[in-house]
């Protein structure tokens, strides 16, 4: 009986198969590194927006109880700008449910007078006086280690005394605001405040004519009148009752995924930019900041940032090199001492920093 001839793959038939193979992976691969770059941006967003909520939440709960006292000795509202250059905002606020707060349902049971005031970091021994239904509110920044800002509140009462958010040299430094308030988020690139004033018609003072810059929205105010004195801000010029905005709007900038960085220089006339990737950058109205510069674009596409408007909130259009030369003091190992310095120089990509802006304004409650 005659046997059958065995059949095989030829090594021609082999090497399609494997090359169809290879071919199907890549697309494999492609697709679920789409879908996972999807995900990333998708999950990114989310946080972003919880984040953004979360904080917004906390400011229009304050700024809803907010209080202007009947005595003018007593500072009711404070916006202004620390020595970096950021704005702070310190008001008075009515506290509601003082029994039922954990911190306040033990005040009053002292009646030392060294024990006047309360924060919400150092409530350990529970002897602390009843701060009569006002308390001090105070948001400020300062720099993180990632090269942002951390946006941080603090609340106190009662309100005045020596601990003071509105006395500046107990929020002067770093270490100051970190122990007496708390850290809201550290993901933020910029916050602005600003104030409806009585000669107030527009948010966006840019749209207006020279002549009538005084119709914008102000960025410092004192309801008292006495640290900040342009009256033009203020619904009243009677020296005996507080000056009071009737709304403030806040707009907070969040950090959109990891910092981008230069392809190539942007000069200071330059409307585009290249970046190494644009992912994340499209859809509405975006900021970006480059150095100490902000700007805003209208639109990217692969690797170009399209139509970008230059030097908004009060910064100004500068060059800005790819490379920047970063200078390290260091010591030799052997230098115990450290009384030889040593400079090293070291070229770093420009980082960008991508932004996403959430607006609010609310009403004031007087």
């Not at 150092?122 to 300062?142: M, Q, R, S, T």
């Amino acid at each position: 009986m005659r046997n059958k001839p065995i059949r095989a793959f030829t090594l021609v038939e082999l090497m399609m198969a494997v090359a169809l193979l290879t071919v199907f992976t890549l697309m494999l691969v492609n697709v679920l590194s789409q879908s996972v770059n999807v995900w990333r941006t998708t999950e990114q967003r989310r946080e972003i927006l919880e984040t953004s909520r979360n904080i917004m939440d906390i400011i229009s709960e304050d700024l809803n109880a907010m209080y202007l006292p009947e005595s003018m000795t007593i500072t009711g509202l404070l916006l202004d700008y620390d020595k970096n250059g950021k704005q702070r905002l310190r008001f008075l606020r009515k506290i509601s449910q003082e029994n039922i707060h954990p911190v306040l349902r033990y005040a009053g049971t002292t009646k030392s007078k060294e024990l006047q005031h309360y924060n919400l970091k150092a409530d350990k021994d529970k002897k602390l006086l009843a701060p009569g239904g006002l308390a001090e509110v105070i948001y400020c920044f300062v720099p993180q280690e990632n090269g942002l800002m951390g946006l941080y509140r603090g609340i106190q009462a009662p309100i005045g005394g020596k601990e003071s958010f509105f006395n500046d040299k107990n929020i002067d430094s770093a270490a100051q605001i970190q122990e007496k308030c708390h850290l809201l988020a550290s993901e933020i690139l910029n916050v602005e405040i600003k104030c409806w004033a009585n000669t107030t018609f527009t948010w966006n003072p840019q749209k207006l004519p020279r002549r009538k810059q005084k119709g914008g929205p102000s960025l410092v105010w004192d309801s008292t009148k006495r640290r900040i004195t342009d009256f033009f801000l203020f619904r009243t010029g009677n020296p005996q009752k507080h000056a009071k905005p009737l709304k403030m709007n806040v707009t907070v900038v969040l950090q959109n995924g990891e910092p981008k960085e230069l392809l190539s220089d942007i000069l200071e006339s330059d409307t585009t930019a290249f970046l190494t990737n644009t992912q994340g950058m499209a859809g509405n109205l975006r900021y970006m900041l480059v150095n100490n510069e902000w700007m805003t674009y209208e639109d990217v596409s692969k690797d170009t940032v399209i139509n970008l408007q230059r030097g908004i909130w009060n910064t100004k259009p500068a060059e800005h090199k790819r490379f920047n030369t970063v200078k390290r003091i260091y010591y030799e190992k052997w230098d115990s001492q450290k009384t030889t310095p040593k400079t090293l120089e070291l070229q770093q990509t420009t980082k960008v920093y991508i932004g996403i802006p959430f607006v609010k304004t609310i009403k004031l409650p007087f």
